[in-house]
Antibody, heavy 118, light 112 residues
Framework: QVQLQESGPGLVKPSQTLSLTCTVS??????????WSWIRQPAGKGLEWIGR???????NYNPSLKSRVTISVDTSKNQFSLKLSSVTAADTAVYYC??????????WGQGTLVTVSS | QSALTQPPSASGSPGQSVTISCTGT?????????VSWYQQHPGKAPKLMIY???KRPSGVPDRFSGSKSGNTASLTVSGLQAEDEADYYC????????????FGGGTKLTVL
């Protein structure tokens, strides 16, 4: 059974870059026709899709975040990563990594809280 | 403000049915059959309950069903059980030139 685990700093200073990694276990990130996504949720609020990557390296990003987001994949480490630049307090949220087909996500990580504060 | 509109709350007694709506536009819900529904318990990750408007992933009880009419999608939970109390989020494909997904603001379902 595939499992996902997010990791990275829980505190990031304003204007800096948020960096998170999602480690895939129980299966290869390269197997199957899956898309690997990042989704976030501010405390007490709804979900927001950030972006996704296919194992070929092709990416799609939320238009509202596109200028600040980079998602990459490292198949040798069975990981994919998120970088979000020029963060502000509005980027404080629980960040989830997830696996899915097209526009539905079947497997989720447990989520990691990232707080943007000086 | 979320792209898709959901009622903030819904409720029902055990055994009853409740329907949660998700209203979008012709550019998302109305334009594609790619509406999904997620259940989220407090402090937990979302769980996929419905995909492609009305399909259930393996393991999801058939008490959960989805439908769509025009720009509004709906999730119906029949035979309400205590464990159904959770937040429910809809999402829809919204891309035309580029892949994009939008979510609703969520509905808190209370089992009375």
């Amino acid at each position: 059974q595939v499992q996902l685990q997010e990791s990275g700093p829980g505190l990031v200073k304003p204007s800096q870059t948020l960096s998170l990694t999602c480690t895939v276990s129980g299966g290869s990130i390269s197997s199957g026709s899956y898309y690997w996504s990042w989704i976030r949720q501010p405390a007490g609020k709804g979900l927001e899709w950030i972006g996704r990557i296919y194992t070929s390296g092709s990416t799609n990003y939320n238009p509202s975040l596109k200028s600040r987001v980079t998602i990459s994949v490292d198949t040798s480490k069975n990981q994919f990563s998120l970088k979000l630049s020029s963060v502000t307090a509005a980027d404080t949220a629980v960040y989830y990594c997830a696996r899915g087909y097209s526009s539905s996500w079947y497997v989720w990580g447990q989520g990691t809280l990232v707080t943007v504060s000086s | 403000q979320s792209a898709l509109t959901q009622p903030p709350s819904a409720s029902g007694s055990p055994g009853q049915s409740v329907t949660i709506s998700c209203t979008g536009t012709s550019s998302d819900v109305g334009g594609y059959n790619y509406v999904s529904w997620y259940q989220q318990h407090p402090g937990k990750a979302p769980k996929l309950m419905i995909y492609e408007v009305s399909k259930r992933p393996s393991g999801v009880p058939d008490r959960f069903s989805g439908s769509k009419s025009g720009n509004t999608a709906s999730l119906t939970v029949s035979g309400l059980q205590a464990e159904d109390e959770a937040d429910y989020y809809c999402s829809s494909y919204a891309g035309s030139n580029n892949f994009h997904v939008v979510f609703g603001g969520g509905t808190k379902l209370t089992v009375l």
